[in-house]
C-alpha cells in the first residue's frame, strides 16, 4: 500500500511543483549610424525568474554585435537545471544619422539678411531722400554684434544640430542697403571668396522703396537682377533657394512700400514666384508666412523682422532645404 509523506505534524503533504521559469526582454532598442554601415550596439541582459537550478541566458545576436541599417530581431532564451525554457524577443532599430548633398551655404541680400532689428525714429519717414537718411542712420546706430539675430545664425544652429556628421557652415553676407542690381555686380566676388555649395538668394526690397517715379517701376529691374543672381549660381553648379520679399506693416515708420498707395512687394513676388519657376530653383515663399502675423514677426520698425521674424525665416530655409538636399 502507497504511503503519503507526512509533516512533522502528522498532515500529509505534497511534493512541491516545479517553478514556472520566465524571462523578460529589454525594451527595443535604438542606434544611429553616421556613415550608414552597422554600428555596435550593447544592451542590457533579459531579467530572469523562477525555474530551479542554474540559469543559463543567451541573445541572438548578442549584446556588442553589429547591426545594419534598419530594424533587427533579438531572441532571448532561458533554461534552468531541469530543463525549462522561455524566451522573449525584442527590436534594434539602426537609422542613419541624416546628410545634406551640400554642406557650405552664402545667405546674400540686404538688411533682412544681414539680421537687422531696428526701432522707429520719432517721426514716419516718406519719400527717397528720407529713406537714403534714415539707411545712414541705422547704419549708424547699428549696434555691435547685431548679425547674432539673423536667420543664417540661427539657421547654421538648426542645420547642424539635424546634420551632426557633418560641418554645416552658413556664411551671412547680408549688406544693408544694397539694391538688386548692386547685389548682382557683387555676388560673383563673395561667391569667388567664399566657394559655397548653395546660395540662399533673398533681395530686392531696397529697390521697391526707390522706384520713381512709383516703386512698380522697379520691378522689372529686381527681376533681371535676380535671374542673373539665380544663374550665377546654377552656372557654378549651386542650389539656388529664392526667397519672396516680406511684408511690411502699413503705416509703420519704415512701411516705405507704401509710400506711392500701392503695396509694390505683392506683384513683386508674383513675378518672383515665376522667375523660381522658369528657372527650376527651390522657392522659400516668406510673404505667406509672415502675413498673418506682422505684429509679432516684424518689428519695432514695421520693416525688419522681429528676432521671432529672424527664426521664421530661418524655418522657412530650413524646411526648404530638407526638402531639397537631405539624403
Not at 47 to 64: A, E, H, N, R, W
Not at 244 to 250: A, F, G, N, S, V
Amino acid at each position: 500500500m502507497a504511503l503519503a509523506a507526512v509533516s512533522c505534524g502528522g498532515s500529509p503533504t505534497q511534493p512541491s511543483p516545479v517553478d514556472a521559469l520566465s524571462i523578460s526582454c529589454p525594451v527595443a532598442q535604438a542606434a544611429q549610424s553616421l556613415d550608414g554601415g552597422p554600428v555596435i550596439v550593447n544592451f542590457p541582459n533579459p531579467t530572469v525568474s523562477g525555474g530551479q537550478g542554474v540559469l543559463s541566458t543567451t541573445c541572438s545576436p548578442t549584446s556588442g554585435s553589429r547591426f545594419a541599417v534598419g530594424t533587427s530581431n533579438v531572441t532571448c532564451t532561458a533554461q534552468d537545471a531541469k530543463k525549462q525554457t522561455a524566451s522573449c524577443s525584442f527590436q534594434v532599430t539602426v537609422s542613419r544619422v541624416p546628410r545634406l548633398a551640400a554642406t557650405r551655404f552664402v545667405a546674400f541680400g540686404d538688411s533682412m539678411t544681414e539680421g537687422f532689428v531696428q526701432q522707429c525714429r520719432t517721426t514716419t519717414l516718406t519719400g527717397r531722400a528720407a529713406i537714403l537718411a534714415d539707411l545712414q542712420y541705422f547704419r549708424e546706430l547699428r549696434p555691435p554684434g547685431y548679425s547674432a539675430v539673423s536667420y543664417p545664425v540661427k539657421l547654421q544652429a538648426m542645420l547642424a544640430s539635424r546634420y551632426a556628421g557633418q560641418a554645416i557652415t552658413v556664411i551671412n553676407e547680408g549688406n544693408g542697403g544694397e539694391k538688386a542690381a548692386e547685389g548682382a555686380l557683387a555676388l560673383p566676388a563673395v561667391l569667388n571668396a567664399d566657394t559655397p555649395q548653395a546660395l540662399l538668394l533673398l533681395e530686392g526690397i531696397n529697390d521697391i522703396h526707390a522706384g520713381t517715379p512709383t516703386q512698380a517701376s522697379a520691378i522689372p529691374t529686381v527681376i533681371s537682377s535676380l535671374r542673373s543672381m539665380v544663374q550665377e549660381g546654377k552656372r557654378r553648379g549651386m542650389t539656388v533657394f529664392l526667397a519672396t520679399l516680406l511684408p511690411e506693416r502699413k503705416g509703420s515708420c519704415r512701411s516705405f512700400d507704401f509710400d506711392d498707395g500701392v503695396e509694390d512687394v505683392v506683384p513683386t513676388n508674383s513675378q518672383i514666384r515665376s522667375l523660381a519657376t522658369s528657372e527650376n530653383v527651390p522657392l522659400v515663399d516668406m510673404y505667406p508666412a509672415f502675413t498673418g502675423s506682422l505684429d509679432t514677426l516684424l518689428g519695432p520698425d514695421g520693416l525688419h523682422p522681429s528676432e521671432a521674424g529672424y527664426q521664421k525665416m530661418a524655418d522657412l530655409f530650413y524646411a526648404a532645404i530638407q526638402q531639397r538636399l537631405e539624403q
